[in-house]
């Protein structure tokens, strides 16, 4: 399955609109600063919602730290766990499916630069339900990761990840699958 074709998935099931749609941002807005209203224990993912983030699960926890460059090609399932001083640099899609835990410090492109032409392109990122992502890994552009895959700290992931496997390394290879 193509990395259209998950992100398409993981819209068609959150119910969401692929193109981003300021008036989306807006309701989203109202929403944070009526259900926020004094909370100082959610004030960092309030900050989060108003910037627009494209879509926020239920359950999802991000830590302080978390940084990006757009935040509206973000989008992050239920239940998924961002820890401390990561950044997402969203110039392009990138989904975080259900249930996928992420270590401090990850770093996630999704552009990059063509050596011959000087043009800048951008490619989605695809993170697959289940998947445990440790810390500092760096994930490039156009990168699918298998649903309940493990990515081991400190690699770098420059290709897909397959489904229930284990990755390490610099670049990142295939260690063992998960049974």
């Known amino acids: 399955m193509s990395i259209q074709e998950r992100i398409h998935d993981f819209f068609v099931e959150k119910g969401l609109d692929e193109k981003f749609n300021s008036e989306r941002i807006s309701r989203l807005r109202q929403v944070v600063a ?83 032409s000087k043009e800048r392109t951008t490619n989605p990122v695809y993170v697959g339900k289940g998947s445990w992502i440790g810390g500092g890994v760096i994930i490039l552009p156009g990168v699918i990761i298998g649903r309940n895959s493990v990515i081991g700290a400190g690699s770098l992931v420059n290709g897909d990840i397959d489904e229930n496997s284990v990755y390490a390394g610099v670049p990142a290879r295939k260690i063992k699958e998960i049974k």
């Open 34 to 116: 009526d259900f926020f209203p004094y909370s100082k224990e959610n004030s960092y993912v309030k900050r989060l919602l108003l910037k627009g983030i494209g879509y926020f699960g239920e359950g999802t926890v991000v830590k302080p730290g978390f940084r990006f460059s757009r935040g509206y090609n973000i989008y992050l399932g239920n239940k998924v766990f961002i820890n401390f001083e990561c950044f997402f640099q969203d110039s392009e899609k990138i989904v975080i499916d259900d249930f996928t835990l992420i270590g401090p410090n990850v770093k996630i492109y999704t552009s990059e630069h063509d050596l011959k």
